[in-house]
C-alpha cells in the first residue's frame, strides 16, 4: 500500500509577503501529533515564527488531536520548537531584527525518512497595492492560459 505524500502549503504567505530566505527546519513533535500530520490533518493558516531564548518556536500551527489518542492526546495549537542549525539560527535572528521583515511557515511535509519538516521563509509584508498587482497578473496567467488552451 502506497501511502500519498504529505505537503501542507501556506498559501496566503504567498499572497501577504514577499518570500526572500528559505529553511527547511525539523520540528519537536509527540506521538500523537506526527501521527495526525501523516493522515493530512495539519493547516498552517495564522501560522508565525519567534526567538524565545534564543531558540525559535513555532506558533499557532493547528495539528488536529489524534483520533485514537487516549488521554495521551495533544494541544491543537501549542507552541513546537523548531530545528535549525546555530549559523542558521544567528541569520534568521539577524534578519527579523530588521524592520518589516518576519519568519513565516511556508509548507509542511515527511521526508523520505519519514520525519516530519518545515518549510519557513524570511519574508517582508507586502502593500495592499502589491496584493492587487499579485491578483491582477495570477488573473492575467489564467486568462492566456485559457486562449491557449483553446
Same mark, same amino acid.
Given at each position: ?20 530566505? *528559505?529553511?527547511?527546519? @525539523? ?12 493522515? %493530512?490533518? $495539519?493547516? +498552517? =493558516? ?49 534578519? *527579523?531584527?530588521?524592520? @518589516? ?12 525518512? %519519514?520525519? $516530519?519538516? +518545515? =518549510? ?31
Amino acid at each position: 500500500m502506497k501511502q500519498t505524500p504529505i505537503n501542507i502549503k501556506n498559501k496566503r504567505a504567498t499572497f501577504d509577503y514577499e518570500l526572500l530566505d *528559505t529553511y527547511t527546519a @525539523g520540528i519537536v513533535l509527540t506521538g500523537t501529533e506526527i501521527k495526525s500530520i501523516r493522515l %493530512g490533518k $495539519a493547516s +498552517l =493558516v495564522d501560522t508565525y515564527c519567534l526567538f524565545e531564548r534564543g531558540e525559535l518556536w513555532v506558533r499557532n500551527m493547528h495539528i488536529a488531536e489524534y483520533f485514537y489518542g487516549t488521554y495521551n492526546n495533544h494541544a491543537a495549537r501549542r507552541d513546537r520548537k523548531l530545528l535549525l542549525n546555530k549559523s542558521e539560527l544567528r541569520k534568521l535572528l539577524r534578519a *527579523t531584527k530588521e524592520t @518589516g521583515f518576519t519568519i513565516v511557515p511556508v509548507r509542511l511535509f515527511i521526508n523520505e525518512k %519519514g520525519l $516530519a519538516k +518545515l =518549510v519557513i521563509a524570511v519574508a517582508k509584508g507586502k502593500k495592499q497595492y502589491d496584493k492587487r498587482q499579485s491578483l491582477k497578473e495570477k488573473e492575467d496567467k489564467r486568462s492566456m492560459d485559457r486562449m491557449f488552451k483553446k
